[in-house]
């Protein structure tokens, strides 16, 4: 695989910030640069950095997106959706099936709205930024009834098709693995769940 990845840990809550490098050529994307520029940039150090994802526009994920966007000139890339709903300017649409070259390597996009209207996850080889779309035990936080049906049959579209080994990079905290969390998921469909159910919501 020519694409190497490195995590971040930013901010107070703290969330993740990704870097994706090319071994072969030293491009770099940044994904989802929600605090401490400082921090992205000296971790970035030299490399040329190619763009600047969003996995989604939640302002602790965009907290320093203007001042990495200066620094490095770097176009940004988020789904129309979050670009309207949280009015976060872009420059490359991050439609789903779309591909995101970072030297010589290539990010495929998938969008798994549920979260956010426009959240996405990027995927390269067997692992994949998921942003908060899913988390170990559970999908991310939703506001309504609504949008944790969207996020469940948007996750069970992308994420789930997805081998078991394909390791899930979220947006705080540590990883997992499509395996580790598709038994407990399939339990979650086939259970009986109040009308209402939302917000903080975990498989079991």
Not at 7 to 31: D, F, H, K
Not at 69 to 83: E, F, I, N, Y
Not at 94 to 109: C, K, N, P, S, W
Not at 173 to 189: S, Y
Request: aromatic share 6%; net charge negative.
């Amino acid at each position: 695989m020519s694409l190497e990845l490195k995590r971040l840990e930013v901010g107070p809550w703290p969330m993740n910030c990704y870097l994706v490098r090319c071994s072969e050529t030293g491009q770099t994307a940044i994904v989802d640069p929600g605090a401490d520029v400082a921090a992205i940039l000296a971790a970035v150090g030299e490399a040329p950095v190619c763009c600047i994802l969003l996995t989604h526009a939640h302002p602790d994920h965009v907290g320093a997106l203007e001042a990495v966007r200066q620094a490095t000139g770097a176009p940004v890339g988020l789904h129309v959706a979050d670009a309207e709903s949280f009015g976060v300017k872009g420059d490359v649409p991050l439609l789903h099936g779309a591909e995101v070259a970072v030297g010589q390597g290539r990010l495929e996009v998938s969008h798994v709205p549920g979260h956010t209207p426009g959240s996405v996850c990027l995927r390269f080889g067997e692992w994949a930024i998921v942003g908060d779309a899913i988390f170990p035990g559970g999908p991310g936080h939703t506001d309504s009834p609504e949008a944790l049906v969207w996020s469940i049959v948007s996750l069970g579209q992308t994420v789930f098709t997805w081998s078991d080994e394909t390791e899930l990079y979220p947006g705080h905290g540590g990883a997992t693995t499509v395996g580790a969390e598709r038994a407990d998921f399939e339990r979650f469909l086939q259970a009986d769940h109040p009308p209402d159910l939302h917000g903080d919501v975990t498989w079991r």
